[in-house]
């Protein structure tokens, strides 16, 4: 949330998440991150992920974040011409 949802001149998000992440590391908490609604695509380098179900029977807790992968064409915002918009 705070990546996407504070503007970048509000926050050096970058470095708050990322130190956040190492921490949560340091303290056992595994990131399994798939793409394109597929588990079995780690991010952190596994060769073979877990399956959905291996989560589930293998973990106290799964958390199922999505969102889009790509950005919508706003063509029918007034204003979307202006420069920096």
Excluded: H, W
């Excluded at 399994?32 to 695509?41: E, F, L, M, P, Y």
């Amino acid at each position: 949330l705070m990546m996407y949802g504070v503007p970048n001149m509000k926050a050096d998000k970058t470095d708050v998440v990322q130190r956040r992440v190492e921490i949560m590391r340091q303290e056992g908490v595994s990131f399994v991150c798939g793409r394109a609604g597929n588990i079995a695509s780690a991010c952190d380098g596994d060769a073979e992920a877990p399956t959905a179900q291996q989560l589930l029977d293998d973990t106290s807790a799964v958390l199922l974040a999505v969102g889009s992968t790509r950005g919508r064409d706003m063509q029918n915002v007034a204003g979307r011409e202006l420069q920096g918009v």
